[in-house]
């Protein structure tokens, strides 16, 4: 469905089809009441956003419980297309330890060097998701 020019709006099966798909997104936090967005990677795991992270801001906001925005994208400038999916949801540090052998057997390795070894995870509670799409051009004979 388009929503605007050149914006469609994805359904949330197809906005979790793509979160599925990514690799590298951004966590939304709030740190003394002023935005904070930090890069992760992540896998989605039984549904839920998953990541790994040190001590620090993400991981004091996932112990509190705090609700977090979570986007990830994928942009190609060659032909102007792209999609972005947004998902909202509390997090949580992880204690779980059949949780944690899912985050292991996928293979979840921070990118970042250092000892990130608590995992978070977000369920989400609202995703969306949209996607850059063109007129065609005219078909000429």
């Not at 990830?72 to 949801?89: E, K, P, T």
Request: aromatic letters at 6%.
């Amino acid at each position: 469905m388009i929503v605007d020019d050149g914006l469609e709006l994805l359904t949330e099966d197809q906005a979790r089809g793509l979160l599925a798909m990514g690799e590298v997104g951004r966590i939304g936090i709030t740190i003394g009441a002023l935005p904070a967005i930090f890069p992760v990677n992540y896998r989605l795991i039984d549904g839920s956003i998953v990541f790994r992270t040190a001590p620090g801001s993400k991981m004091s906001a996932a112990a509190e419980g705090a609700v977090v925005a979570f986007e990830v994208d994928d942009y190609h400038l060659a032909d102007r297309s792209g999609w972005s999916v947004l998902a909202i949801g509390r997090a949580e540090v992880i204690h779980d330890l059949a949780m944690t052998s899912k985050v292991l057997d996928a293979r979840l390795e921070p990118l970042a060097d250092g000892s990130r070894t608590a995992i978070v995870r977000i369920e989400p509670t609202f995703i969306s998701g949209r996607r850059i799409v063109h007129e065609q051009p005219p078909f000429r004979t």
